[in-house]
């Protein structure tokens, strides 16, 4: 069975990290390692670490730049990335091994699922998502990604960029190997869809896609992503 490394970005997400720590903690089968990379340099972080006996990594405040950092030091066969707000189905990690076992993958993600509240738009958007990914768009960072470690290194690992790091990471894997679809689901916190209005956000979530798509940086989109300037990217780079 291949040993797994888990590797977390973290960004003042202490309360979210600490109930994803104590899901891993308590699922039967554990992982070799869990590498947390801290954006924040927050002490509250590194203490909710030394609580459960984890790796704790500061790093610059960019996604890209947290995950290389986290995958550098990992030492498992398998690095399994989570996103710090994610909830685990009940036991994940028999699936992510039987994926290299029986199916020959080099690596693979969870199916997209929305925690709690649960209505009949989530529902349309887990079906949508599913079906992106199925027919060649890039499943994204929260729901789970994993890939050998060797594929890792061969591949280039993540884009060091705020967003959309994990495009080019998943586009070499699939020019590797099989890059699975695992049924099990992870549970992606609603909180910015609640906030922003489920098709809203969808709907400037596609538009980043866009943007990138169409030659915009990720650090430019970031910017316009946290100051809530979505709209400006068809106005003024498309």
């Not at 960004?11 to 104590?22: F, H």
């Not at 693979?108 to 992106?132: K, N």
Request: charged residues 20%; contains cysteine; hydrophobic residues 40%.
């Amino acid at each position: 069975m291949p040993s797994v490394s888990v590797i977390i970005p973290c960004y003042q997400d202490e309360a979210e990290l600490a109930r994803l720590l104590n899901q891993l903690h308590k699922l039967q089968n554990h992982p070799l390692e869990i590498i947390v990379v801290d954006g924040a340099d927050s002490k509250k972080c590194r203490e909710i670490c030394n609580q459960y006996h984890v790796l704790w990594l500061s790093s610059e405040p960019c996604r890209g730049q947290q995950l290389l950092a986290g995958a550098a030091l990992a030492q498992g066969d398998v690095l399994w990335f989570l996103h710090a707000d994610a909830r685990l189905p009940a036991d994940p990690l028999p699936a992510i091994t039987a994926a290299f076992e029986q199916g020959a993958a080099v690596g693979g993600y969870f199916r997209f699922r929305f925690d709690a509240p649960r209505t009949w738009s989530t529902l349309v958007l887990e079906f949508a998502i599913a079906l992106r990914c199925r027919f060649g768009g890039v499943p994204y960072g929260d729901q789970g990604l994993f890939i050998s470690r060797q594929t890792y290194i061969q591949v280039g690992g993540h884009a060091p960029w705020p967003l959309f790091e994990e495009v080019p990471l998943v586009r070499g894997a699939r020019c590797m190997g099989k890059f699975l679809s695992l049924r099990e689901p992870i549970f992606v916190d609603s909180r910015r869809w609640q906030r922003d209005g489920w098709w809203q956000c969808t709907w400037n979530n596609r538009k980043l896609a866009l943007g990138f798509a169409c030659g915009v940086t990720p650090h430019d989109l970031a910017l316009l992503y946290h100051s809530r300037n979505i709209s400006k990217i068809t106005k003024t780079h498309l």
